[in-house]
């Protein structure tokens, strides 16, 4: 008997890539008191979005970008360079 995997096999590559974009951007543009968390956040909301058959890494990053913004304050603080 054959199982198929509930996630379908994706690139590794493009996990890596919507995770660098989403985690670099938040910590570019907000003041993070601990950056683990905001991570951790972004890293459970690609995981959610994969579930649900997103895959194409830039969308990705910006659904999880979007998600984590509404979930602090619906604004990004843009750190004074």
């Known amino acids: 008997m054959q199982t198929h995997p509930i996630v379908p096999v994706i690139a590794e590559e493009t996990i890596e890539r919507a995770f660098a974009i989403a985690a ?8 993070l008191a601990d ?6 956040f972004v ?14 890494p830039i969308r990705l990053a910006n659904l999880a970008i979007a998600a984590y913004e509404q979930a602090h304050d619906h604004a990004a603080c843009v750190r004074a360079r």
């Open 24 to 31: 670099d951007y938040i910590a570019l543009t907000r003041e």
């Open 35 to 40: 950056a683990t968390l905001a991570e951790e």
């Open 43 to 56: 890293a459970c909301t690609l995981a959610r979005l994969l579930e649900v058959g997103e895959r194409p």
